[in-house]
């Protein structure tokens, strides 16, 4: 018996708008917003957003305090918003300012409006914007007590651990002027696999898709589970033309094989991609995130099951 396809009826930016998970300790609105650090240390780092709101800066009586020249001592502030459907992003009067997905933000007038997924620079450090239910929550967490530099479930590399990869080969890519990609990849529907199959499916989703990444991939190309579906491949030694290539190998071998259910059930899993080359305007490796973020972005804006490059 095959199952249909999830419905794309859930804006791609949308978290808000998907069914909630029950909370851990039976609640129904387990719904919290949250940053993972993408560039600087602790690289990966899993820090929840306080209903009272958070503050960065150099001075250590900031909420998140970071000790670099390039921050000022009162930098920026973060803060759910009333509605709780995004985070509101407040520059206080930086003089090296705050980018959101490589754009800064200016101080003037009233907060930027972030929504999930969107990178945020402050200094060298980057920091991704995450909207998680307690399910994923529990997985950020865990990770960060983790010692173990493989995901348990995919057996690809943890957020950690690909992370720290990234940043080596810009830092090579850049001493040896050579090229470098990579690849952001999110399971389409995934909420939906664990809301109507159940997440036993989900988790067959996942391990499903480790799997298939492992030997369509080189033994040099580091990658990872960044938590949930999202996924990063580090691409050394290839140019974005090359690496669209690949990513559209990757989505249409998954396309092509339903996952086997352990009830005897099939279910047609896809994925979108973002792909983005290495540029010379690129600060580090959170920038060049932001880039295949954005690319990611289009693809589900798109209709999904497809990969988009970034400019």
């Not at 708008?17 to 899993?46: C, H, K, N």
């Not at 239910?133 to 493989?150: F, G, I, K, M």
């Not at 190998?249 to 059930?265: F, M, N, T």
């Not at 896809?270 to 080359?277: I, R």
């Amino acid at each position: 018996m095959s199952l249909d396809p999830i419905p794309p009826h859930v804006s791609p930016r949308d978290p808000a708008a998907a069914p909630s998970e029950p909370d851990l300790a039976g609640g129904t609105d387990a719904m919290e917003w949250a940053l993972i650090r993408y560039v600087g240390q602790p690289m990966g780092a899993f820090i929840p957003l306080p209903p009272e709101g958070l503050e960065l800066g150099r001075a250590p009586e900031n909420g998140l305090c970071l000790e670099e020249p390039e921050v000022s001592r009162r930098h920026a502030r973060l803060q759910v918003s009333a509605d709780r459907k995004a985070v509101e992003l407040r520059d206080l009067g930086s003089t090296n300012g705050v980018f959101v997905n490589g754009k800064r933000v200016q101080a003037d007038p009233g907060p930027e409006r972030l929504q999930a997924e969107d990178v945020i620079r402050v200094g060298r450090h980057a920091f991704k914007l995450k909207h998680l239910d307690a399910l994923e929550r529990r997985y950020h967490q865990d990770l960060a007590l983790s010692s173990s530099l493989v995901d348990p479930l995919t057996g690809v590399g943890n957020r950690a651990t690909v992370l720290y990869q990234l940043e080596s080969q810009v830092e090579l890519a850049r001493r040896h002027h050579r090229p470098l990609a990579v690849v952001l990849v999110d399971l389409d529907w995934f909420k939906q696999v664990n809301d109507t199959r159940g997440p036993r499916a989900g988790d067959q989703a996942l391990e499903a898709f480790g799997a298939l990444l492992r030997p369509r991939l080189r033994s040099s190309d580091p990658i990872g589970r960044l938590g949930g579906d999202e996924f990063l491949i580090v691409l050394p030694e290839t140019p974005g033309t090359l690496a669209f290539v690949a990513a559209e190998g990757l989505r249409r071998a998954l396309a092509e094989r339903p996952l086997s259910l352990e009830d005897g059930q099939s279910l047609p899993v896809t994925c979108s991609l973002g792909v983005a080359e290495l540029k010379a305007g690129d600060a580090d490796g959170g920038a060049l995130l932001a880039r295949a973020d954005a690319a990611l972005f289009g693809a589900k804006a798109g209709g999904r099951d497809r990969a988009f490059s970034a400019p």
